[in-house]
């Protein structure tokens, strides 16, 4: 469209525009130690101006800036520094330059205990090329955020799987099982989000699976509660138990009755051995349950597979 062509001619204008006012500003050493960005009102924050061009991609104002040796390690809005925010946006060229005039990424944090290795894990989509240069400048894989979260944890929940691979090559054994302060590991979170990609990769890599997570859950039975077949097709394949019951003595099959997924259930059925057993406390089958919540199609599965249709529950129904 000509509008869309011309909108896009005028931004890049705005742009060089901008760049050249930048760049001649420094040339005149004028005190930028702090300036406020040009978002919409609803938007704006005073931040340094390092951050400013840093996250505008102006790499030769970023130059100039550095040359005037100003503190390269200034902390802005939430503890931010301009390292921090080049992890985010993955700019493995202007964290170079960073480095080169003193940016600290090994020790720095901001407000939420998240280092540049963290930030680039849960950022920069996948940028593999930033990772490997940040680890090899001494950021650490194993540093934990205030809510226990390693940079593999953000990797995960992110579904950066290149990331994720990249940050199991480097102390693996530190870092695959760590627990979050929700007692909650990468393991967890990618079942949670449904990457049975990035679960295979945890998997492949020696991952626990043979534990229950926070709530008395093991692996099979919170892929099962969350409803991903892929995911409960991996977790059969690699959990030593399919018959694991959760603090209720409900089975992975009770659950995806509750759920009402046929096909999970079929899945279970031809894997596990616990078509017919009672929960703990009301001593309710899968069948039973089945039949409380009407799902006929899933009774019809049931009595397919030879589950027993008269049972008991514990007032004898």
């Known amino acids: 469209m000509?509008?869309?062509?011309?909108?896009?001619?005028?931004?890049?204008?705005?742009?060089?525009?901008?760049?050249?006012?930048?760049?001649?500003?420094?040339?005149?050493?004028?005190?930028?130690?702090?300036?406020?960005?040009?978002?919409?009102?609803?938007?704006?924050?005073?931040?340094?101006?390092?951050?400013?061009?840093?996250?505008?991609?102006?790499d030769s104002a970023v130059e100039m800036f550095l040359q005037r040796q100003l503190d390269v390690n200034q902390r802005g809005k939430n503890g931010l520094t301009a390292a921090m925010i080049a992890a985010e946006i993955g700019s493995a060229e202007k964290m170079q330059m960073l480095l080169d005039n003193g940016a600290d990424i090994a020790n720095l944090v901001d407000d939420e205990g998240e280092t540049v290795l963290h930030k680039s894990s849960h950022w920069s989509k996948g940028n593999v090329v930033l990772l490997k240069f940040l680890i090899s400048e001494g950021a650490q894989v194993n540093v934990l955020d205030n809510l226990g979260r390693s940079p593999l944890h953000w990797a995960v929940i992110q579904g950066h799987t290149s990331t994720a691979e990249t940050l199991l090559c480097y102390n693996v054994d530190e870092v695959?099982?760590?627990?979050?302060?929700?007692?909650?590991?990468?393991?967890?979170?990618?079942?949670?989000?449904?990457?049975?990609?990035?679960?295979?990769?945890?998997?492949?890599?020696?991952?626990?699976?043979?534990?229950?997570?926070?709530?008395?859950?093991s692996m099979l039975i919170y892929a099962v509660k969350n409803g991903d077949r892929p995911m409960c097709e991996l977790m059969l394949r690699h959990c030593k138990n399919a018959n694991d019951v959760d603090l209720q003595g409900w089975t992975a099959l009770h659950h995806a009755v509750q759920r009402g997924d046929p096909g999970i259930c079929q899945l279970l059925l031809t894997k596990s051995s616990t078509k017919n057993m009672p929960d703990h406390e009301h001593r309710q089958t899968p069948i039973y349950v089945a039949v409380s919540l009407c799902q006929i199609e899933i009774v019809t599965l049931l009595l397919e597979h030879g589950v027993k249709l008269f049972c008991f529950d514990d007032k004898k129904r």
């Open 2 to 58: 000509p509008g869309q062509r011309n909108s896009k001619r005028i931004d890049k204008l705005q742009e060089v525009s901008k760049k050249y006012c930048i760049e001649s500003t420094l040339q005149y050493n004028a005190d930028l130690s702090n300036f406020t960005d040009d978002r919409k009102e609803s938007e704006r924050k005073e931040e340094p101006f390092l951050f400013h061009v840093v996250r505008k991609g102006l």
């Open 176 to 217: 695959i099982d760590l627990d979050d302060r929700f007692q909650h590991r990468p393991i967890h979170y990618a079942i949670r989000t449904c990457r049975s990609d990035v679960a295979q990769l945890l998997v492949n890599n020696n991952c626990k699976l043979d534990d229950e997570e926070a709530m008395g859950d």
